[in-house]
């Protein structure tokens, strides 16, 4: 059983940077897909981006392309988001997830999920 628990939401303005991170306990994080997805009210969970076991491979969504990275530390089992450049539409609940065998993008296919960290971007 993978426990992960994400940190770093805030209210942050418009153009600014914020910084999430997600620890992992009870697993060995580096056989996992790591993934980030992200849920504004009234709307359906939205991929974000994703990395593979040993960093190689990263994946982002449409919306968040060319400013948010993901990266991860599998020493310390963390994974991180970097988000730049914020505008008001990423506002939204975001959320860690981990998968053994998950393709980047399908939310389905994770196998665990973290509690959520709010993140608001005022206008």
């Known amino acids: 059983q993978v426990l992960l628990v994400e940190s770093g939401g805030a209210l942050v303005q418009a153009g600014d940077s914020l910084k999430l991170s997600c620890a992992a306990s009870g697993g060995i994080l580096s056989r996992y897909i790591m993934g980030w997805f992200r849920q504004a009210p009234g709307k359906e969970r939205e991929f974000v981006a994703a990395i593979n076991w040993y960093a190689y491979n990263t994946n982002y969504g449409d919306a968040v392309q060319g400013r948010f990275t993901i990266s991860r530390d599998n020493a310390k089992n963390m994974v991180y988001l970097q988000m730049n450049s914020l505008k008001p539409e990423d506002t939204a609940v975001y959320y860690c997830?981990?998968?053994?065998?998950?393709?980047?993008?399908?939310?389905?296919?994770?196998?665990?999920w973290g509690q959520g960290t709010q993140v608001t971007v005022s206008s």
């Open positions: 997830a981990a998968g053994a065998s998950a393709r980047a993008w399908a939310s389905n296919e994770y196998d665990y």
